[in-house]
């Protein structure tokens, strides 16, 4: 079956644009996590839903970054006023049900430039 | 505030050698840890998740043990093959406060020579 799907797989931008991510989870997946990972850093937890909302929002990094989920199913995130220390790969995962036991099944990512 | 660390950030061997692949971690209150693994320009696939009752988790050639209260797990791969060449990740999910996040070391990067 389908894996969890993300896109664009590259994304160049300009300093002060605005971007959009999108993941597609794998169907019936009801939890959909966004991570960060920038270059010779760890991945970086940003945002959790659990169907449409978000119980977790402690990792994004600036009110810059936002996200939302509509349906229980796919998720955006959006960068508003990108700056260049937003360059970096986001990985979205989902998982069938809570993070507690269920494993996470990534993306391939985006790769996000910002020049 | 759970740190995880992963030691050596890189690793050469010959194929055929077995090998261990090093994570620890702060605080031992953790729910369960998880190996993934990380090919360029892919995302992370799962490998092993050890709950915090389980001391170990076989997949293949893979094994990997957990000890909480020492804060260390290892991921052991025997008779390593040129496919292995990845990177290595161990993240770890805490109990309480956020629900949502695993704590992700920085990796292990593996090359396998032929």
């Known amino acids: 079956g389908a894996g969890v799907s993300q896109s664009p797989s590259n994304k160049v931008t300009e300093k002060g644009k605005d971007v959009e991510l999108r993941c597609d989870p794998i169907s019936g997946h009801t939890a959909l996590y966004w991570y960060r990972q920038s270059l010779g850093q760890g991945l970086e937890f940003l945002i959790y839903f659990q169907g449409n909302s978000a119980p977790d929002k402690s990792g994004l990094p600036s009110d810059r970054f936002s996200a939302e989920r509509t349906g229980g199913s796919v998720s955006t995130l959006t960068i508003q006023r990108t700056q260049q220390e937003d360059s970096a790969v986001y990985l979205c995962a989902s998982s069938l049900q809570g993070p507690a036991k269920n494993i996470q099944y990534f993306g391939a990512g985006t790769r996000l430039s910002v020049l | 505030k759970q740190e995880v660390t992963q030691i050596p950030a890189a690793l050469s061997v010959p194929e055929g050698e077995n090998l261990v692949l090093n994570c620890s971690f702060t605080?031992?209150?953790?729910?369960?840890l998880q190996w993934f693994r990380q090919d360029p320009g892919k995302g992370l696939t799962s490998l092993l998740l050890?709950?915090?009752?389980?001391r170990e988790q076989t997949s293949g050639r893979l094994n990997a043990s957990l000890d909480k209260s020492s804060g260390r797990s290892t991921l052991y791969i025997a008779a390593s093959q040129p496919g292995d060449s990845a990177t290595y990740l161990c993240a770890v999910r805490i109990y309480g406060g956020s629900q949502g996040n695993l704590i992700f070391g920085k990796g292990t990067k593996l090359s396998v020579k032929p």
């Open positions: 605080d031992s209150a953790i729910y369960n």
């Open positions: 050890i709950q915090s009752s389980q």
